[in-house]
């Protein structure tokens, strides 16, 4: 299957420049890239749909780069956006680089060879480019009027107060001019020939396939460079996927626990995981179709979001990491040990029922039904005689195990991580109580 056929069939393929297939089909390994931008250091699962892109580029026998943007980053691309961008400084740019970095070496193969992977940054080359020079040697060959043709830049121009945008700058005008000669660069030096990215990317990156073609021209040569663009992964209602209720969805475990990272996946909408299992895992038509097939027998068990969030939280953390998120999952229905969970992922877990802190001092010298009502200030129990009933009635639990007596001794609970206990009142009823 070639590499067109492979992204239509998952759902990922969007255009392609007229003789891009063909160039893909030649026996020799081509180079194709994709820009990322290191406004952050780590990447998000916006940006995975344009990293599988590369994976499938290189599963097809060809040699893929990640361009980290250092030097467009200080400037910020216009697409899709209607407002100026921060700039960041150098120092930041290089911290945000080699964090994306560590996170592509989980995706592609860098070991060397015709189809071993790189990462480049655009900084290196056009930190030796002088304002005038760039102007003589590359500016001079595309008008402003195809510039201002571009979508991007047609949505800011036109902007007023009533769209909430504010113009453009001439410094994120110039972002497409900026673009257009990496691909010049990369073209020169690696012989590339491919540049990928979003759908959204197509005005930046044919900016990038005319500036090669007219610098040839203009040499007396001729050179061929091609686009190919992917679809952009939405909800089936249309609006933007890649943020949970609380925010994005980071690649780095340090702003994403393993556990929310799974949990987001799992909670897919059964309209949109058939989308996000062919977009994110590399499973074949045929194992997608039998999980599809034994989805819908029996839709209640989540089989489909069940292997989707398995096999990307595997891939973008680790096999170990993902055990954990799926035994952390199964603590709030009933399985699953609570002891086994770490203070971090206790408190994923835990994160949308009351958390009450408490003081150790006087703990040990309590009764359960003491500690429930009047040392949680009221707010597990409004009195101790309501907590003694429940408890009696076998209602109420402390780490999963059912408090015997309301004269039972606080001293002898297992505290989780050091300093939690978390209470159950009732079926449904969670409180996480922090001892300080």
Known sequence: MSLIEELTWRGMYHDAMPGTAE??????????????????????????????????????????????????????????????????????????????????????????????????????????????????????????????????????????????????????FSYQLLQGYDF???????????????????????????????????????????????????????????????????????????????????????????????????????EIEAIEAEHAAAPHLRTLQKALAADVTTRVHSAEATEAAIAASQVLFGGGDLASLDASTLLDVFAGVPHLRVPRTGLADLDAATFLSDFTENKIFPSKGEARRLIQSGGVSINREKVASPDASVADLQHLADKYLVVQKGKKNYFLVELV
Not at 48 to 64: E, F
Not at 99 to 107: P, S, Y
Not at 247 to 256: F, I, R
């Open 23 to 172: 160039h893909l089909a030649t026996n020799a390994p081509i180079t194709g890239y994709i820009g990322f931008d290191p406004t952050a250091a780590s990447l998000h699962i916006g940006n995975l749909a344009t990293i599988m892109l590369l994976v499938h580029l290189q599963r097809a026998g060809h040699r893929p780069v990640a361009l980290v943007g250092g030097a467009t980053g200080m400037i910020g691309d216009p697409s899709g956006k209607s407002a100026e961008r921060n700039l960041l400084d150098e120092a930041t740019l290089r911290h945000n680089q080699a964090g994306i970095q560590a996170q592509l070496e989980k995706f592609l193969d860098f070991s060397a060879g015709p189809t071993g992977a790189l990462v480049v940054n655009n900084y290196d080359w056009f930190k030796e480019i002088g304002f005038l020079g760039f102007l003589r040697e590359v500016g001079k060959h595309l008008t402003v009027n195809y510039m201002m043709a571009k979508d991007s830049v047609k949505r800011r121009i036109s902007g007023n107060e009533d769209s909430g945008t504010d113009g453009i700058s001439y410094t994120e």
């Open 184 to 286: 010049v660069h990369l073209h020169k030096t690696l012989g590339c020939t491919l540049q990928m990215g979003a759908s959204d990317q197509w005005g930046n990156i044919t900016t990038g396939t005319e500036l090669i073609r007219r610098l040839a021209n203009a040499e007396g040569t001729e050179a061929k460079a091609y686009a190919l663009t992917g679809q952009l992964i939405t909800k089936a209602d249309g609006t933007k996927y890649g943020k949970s209720e609380t925010g994005t969805v980071w690649l780095d475990p340090a702003l994403t626990s393993p556990y929310q990272f799974y949990q987001f996946f799992l909670n897919s909408a059964d309209a949109d995981a058939p989308r996000l299992i062919r977009v994110f895992t590399l499973l074949s038509k045929e």
